[in-house]
């Protein structure tokens, strides 16, 4: 399977840990982003990356959340000190560095805070 | 503000039959719109794109109409099988080149027998 890879599938955490999940774009895309989805609605853009620069971050970004794609391949998404609101689907998605190009997502993980 | 919504929550078809998604979008400055297909547990899955300087594209059963005038986006589904069932989202971007992409709330479409 060459499509975009998360991991891992399921997180359940107590609140207030940290947790941390990975993305595996497709090999030869440039871009990666994170989304999150929560229950009925579509996916909200958090962040994007140009090979390893992280380019936009979203307000939904707070302080706690960190994201890294240090050689411009992976990328992993860190939540500090997790909280209620923080339960959610999140979403990696590539496309290719020229253009208007779809982005291509992964099937997520999914985050429960207990 | 930034939203793109949709006019239905939900909508039924009969298979074998044609259905029509429609989507409204807010930022007249967006240059490129894809619709997603969404079956429950997995991530979006990409449908067709058109960009602004387009008013329809066609792909395998499915058609995007754009309406700039009006701003306004419809999926197209020709005679719907039971596999089409999921939730539907269109997306606009926001920015040059596919940046941040804006969702709808998505529309629920399902195939009965």
């Known amino acids: 399977d060459t499509g975009v890879s998360q991991d891992p599938r399921h997180k359940i955490t107590k609140r207030g840990q940290n947790v941390t999940f990975r993305c595996d774009p497709i090999s030869e895309h440039n871009r990666l982003y994170w989304y999150r989805q929560t229950l009925g609605q579509g996916p909200e853009f958090l962040t994007y990356f140009q090979n390893e620069a992280q380019l936009e971050k979203s307000r939904l970004l707070s302080d706690r959340f960190s994201a890294e794609r240090p050689k411009g391949s992976f990328s992993t998404l860190e939540i500090q000190r997790t909280e209620q609101g923080d339960s959610a689907m999140y979403l990696c998605a590539s496309s290719p560095g020229d253009g208007n190009q779809p982005q291509h997502f992964g099937d997520g993980t999914r985050l429960s805070i207990l | 503000g930034e939203s793109v919504g949709l006019h239905l929550p939900t909508l039924s078809v009969q298979e074998g039959d044609n259905s029509i998604i429609n989507c409204a979008y807010s930022?007249?400055?967006?240059?490129?719109f894809i619709w997603y297909k969404q079956e429950s547990g997995k991530g979006p899955q990409f449908i067709i794109d058109?960009?602004?300087?387009?008013d329809k594209r066609q792909g395998q059963r499915v058609t995007v109409l754009l309406n700039k005038t009006v701003k306004h986006l419809s999926l197209q589904i020709a005679a719907t099988q039971p596999g089409d069932s999921a939730v539907y989202f269109c997306a606009e971007n926001i920015g040059q080149g596919a940046q941040k992409l804006v969702f709808g709330q998505g529309t629920r479409l399902t195939i009965n027998p």
């Open positions: 058109i960009r602004s300087n387009m």
């Open positions: 930022n007249s400055a967006s240059d490129y």
